[in-house]
């Protein structure tokens, strides 16, 4: 890349683009906090909360994220372009430590009423001009019409639909109040991480990975998870919190779930809850704050798995997805939604390599991976180590097979009797990380895998 005069490039070591679009994101006011009077001391200097995980979800997802910025600090000789600098470094680590990574940042020193001469210029790179991101599509062979602009103020979101990026205003920093250009935003979102969600929805549904046959998981919109377990052999960690509560890394368990789920675009969340239920309840409310519409069913008496489903039956009308509260998972929900359809079962059940069999249900299937024996099993049986794991999709007739009011449990009433009926189940295969957190080694494991990296969360 040429260097330029009074502009300051950082591009991420080995950047490599791996789509053709990109997400550019605004500094002050979108990553940063605005200060009243600019940006030329430390002590003003901070992160936006959600900034780090907002960027992180993009980083996940391999979607490239520029930070594209004005900054007339210079120019007013307010301090040197050193300074600058070492803010850009100084906000690659704060999002570092939260493991978020910024692909390039890009800042246009010029200004047309500079006091320092050297800066004087009405910079093709200035916001609302367009030159900057002119540029990086150039260098990185990117489609800004598939790209996204978050800004605050009305020089980014001019610039944006000038150039056709999809624009976002956010309502930190200016908020869109600086009246210096007039325009309607497209979108307008709270901060930078309902503003990220929104783009990883979109494009989850648009850029899927498997186009030929992504309309079937439109209809996938819902899912209930199993929150009810009492986590006896967990205690006494479960005697204050439920189980689904407990922290791996920095969250719940079931807020990595319920993330998962809307990164798959399903967003009406039902939560079967019954020992400490409420305090589920207390932590994500309706669900807002996640991008979700999260809706409670509290058992009054313990009715299994499949037992504490069937009192939703009259909100599954279509195809949805059942996920065990206690464990913890990576899995592909869009491609094991595709496989489910083309397969055309009753059910699918997620299914990996085990390696405690003696107490998991094991999954013996065909060469079409129609499931023909589902058992629990003893010392001396001959079987393959592949056994069930927490994900489970499912038609709503099978729900037709739950007794009403009854304890009724999915591994050792609901899945055997569907196949007794001879109701087609399918197993779909993953080496994608799942892996249940139900008894202390099992949680330590977790806990390691998760600071390992191994789960990505
Ligand atoms: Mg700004
Ligand atoms: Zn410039």
Same mark, same amino acid.
């Given at each position: 890349?040429?260097?330029?005069?009074?502009?300051?490039?950082?591009?991420?070591?080995?950047?490599?683009?791996?789509?053709?679009?990109?997400?550019?994101?605004?500094?002050?006011?979108?990553?940063?906090?605005?200060?009243?009077?600019?940006?030329?001391?430390?002590?003003?200097?901070?992160?936006?909360?959600?900034?780090?995980?907002?960027?992180?979800?993009?980083?996940?997802?391999?979607?490239?994220?520029?930070?594209?910025?004005?900054?007339?600090?210079?120019?007013?000789?307010?301090?040197?372009?050193?300074?600058?600098?070492?803010?850009?470094?100084?906000?690659?680590?704060?999002?570092?430590?939260?493991?978020?990574?910024?692909?390039?940042?890009?800042?246009?020193?010029?200004?047309?009423?500079?006091?320092?001469?050297?800066?004087? #210029?009405?910079?093709?790179?200035? $916001? =609302?001009? *367009?030159?900057?991101?002119?540029?990086?599509?150039? !260098?990185?062979?990117? +489609? &800004?019409?598939?790209?996204?602009?978050?800004?605050?103020?009305?020089?980014?979101?001019?610039?944006?639909?000038?150039?056709?990026?999809?624009?976002?205003?956010?309502?930190?920093?200016?908020?869109?109040?600086?009246?210096?250009?007039?325009?309607?935003?497209?979108?307008?979102?709270?901060?930078?991480?309902?503003?990220?969600?929104?783009?990883?929805?979109?494009?989850?549904?648009?850029?899927?990975?498997?186009?030929?046959?992504?309309?079937?998981?439109?209809?996938?919109?819902?899912?209930?998870?199993?929150?009810?377990?009492?986590?006896?052999?967990?205690?006494? #960690?479960?005697?204050?919190?439920? $189980? =689904?509560? *407990?922290?791996?890394?920095?969250?719940?368990?079931? !807020?990595?779930?319920? +993330? &998962?789920?809307?990164?798959?675009?399903?967003?009406?969340?039902?939560?079967?809850?019954?020992?400490?239920?409420?305090?589920?309840?207390?932590?994500?409310?309706?669900?807002?704050?996640?991008?979700?519409?999260?809706?409670?069913?509290?058992?009054?008496?313990?009715?299994?798995?499949?037992?504490?489903?069937?009192?939703?039956?009259?909100?599954?009308?279509?195809?949805?997805?059942?996920?065990?509260?206690?464990?913890?998972?990576?899995?592909?929900?869009?491609?094991?939604?595709?496989?489910?359809?083309?397969?055309?079962?009753?059910?699918?059940?997620?299914?990996?390599?085990?390696?405690?069999?003696?107490?998991?249900?094991?999954?013996?299937?065909?060469?079409?991976?129609?499931?023909?024996?589902?058992?629990?099993?003893?010392?001396?049986?001959?079987?393959?180590?592949?056994?069930?794991?927490?994900?489970?999709?499912?038609?709503?007739?099978?729900?037709?097979?739950?007794?009403?009011?009854?304890?009724?449990?999915?591994?050792?009433?609901?899945?055997?009797?569907?196949?007794?009926?001879?109701?087609?189940?399918?197993?779909?295969?993953?080496?994608?990380?799942?892996?249940?957190?139900?008894?202390?080694?099992?949680?330590?494991?977790?806990?390691?895998?998760?600071?390992?990296?191994?789960?990505?969360?």
């Amino acid at each position: 890349m040429k260097r330029q005069l009074c502009h300051l490039i950082d591009i991420r070591r080995n950047f490599k683009p791996q789509k053709d679009w990109a997400v550019f994101l605004d500094r002050d006011g979108v990553v940063i906090k605005e200060t009243p009077k600019l940006l030329y001391d430390f002590k003003d200097f901070f992160v936006i909360p959600q900034a780090a995980e907002a960027i992180r979800l993009l980083n996940k997802e391999n979607i490239p994220v520029f930070l594209t910025t004005n900054q007339t600090v210079v120019a007013r000789g307010l301090c040197d372009e050193k300074f600058v600098s070492k803010t850009h470094k100084k906000i690659k680590k704060e999002l570092a430590k939260s493991n978020a990574f910024l692909d390039g940042i890009f800042c246009c020193l010029h200004s047309p009423r500079a006091d320092v001469k050297k800066y004087r #210029l009405d910079c093709r790179w200035r $916001k =609302p001009k *367009t030159g900057m991101f002119e540029f990086i599509a150039e !260098e990185f062979k990117l +489609n &800004l019409k598939k790209s996204f602009l978050i800004g605050d103020s009305t020089r980014d979101i001019l610039a944006a639909q000038k150039i056709r990026i999809k624009d976002i205003l956010v309502l930190t920093g200016h908020a869109g109040k600086d009246n210096l250009y007039r325009f309607k935003p497209t979108l307008i979102k709270k901060d930078i991480l309902e503003a990220i969600r929104h783009i990883i929805y979109v494009s989850g549904v648009r850029d899927c990975r498997y186009k030929r046959t992504s309309k079937c998981f439109k209809n996938i919109k819902k899912a209930v998870i199993l929150c009810g377990g009492r986590g006896k052999r967990l205690r006494p #960690l479960t005697d204050k919190i439920p $189980k =689904p509560m *407990t922290k791996i890394g920095d969250k719940p368990l079931l !807020e990595h779930l319920i +993330n &998962l789920l809307r990164e798959h675009g399903i967003i009406e969340i039902y939560l079967a809850v019954s020992y400490l239920g409420e305090k589920v309840e207390k932590y994500f409310t309706d669900g807002k704050k996640w991008g979700v519409k999260i809706f409670y069913s509290y058992d009054r008496k313990p009715l299994g798995g499949a037992g504490a489903i069937k009192p939703l039956e009259r909100n599954f009308n279509s195809t949805f997805i059942v996920l065990n509260g206690d464990v913890i998972t990576n899995l592909n929900l869009t491609k094991m939604a595709v496989f489910h359809k083309q397969k055309g079962g009753i059910g699918t059940i997620s299914v990996h390599k085990t390696d405690h069999p003696y107490d998991s249900d094991i999954v013996e299937c065909d060469k079409n991976f129609l499931v023909k024996r589902f058992f629990r099993p003893r010392l001396g049986d001959k079987f393959k180590l592949i056994s069930k794991t927490g994900t489970h999709i499912f038609e709503p007739k099978a729900l037709k097979f739950i007794p009403k009011n009854k304890k009724y449990s999915l591994e050792e009433e609901w899945i055997p009797d569907l196949l007794k009926k001879g109701e087609k189940l399918y197993a779909y295969y993953s080496k994608e990380y799942s892996h249940d957190m139900g008894t202390p080694e099992r949680l330590r494991k977790v806990r390691k895998d998760c600071k390992n990296e191994k789960i990505k969360l």
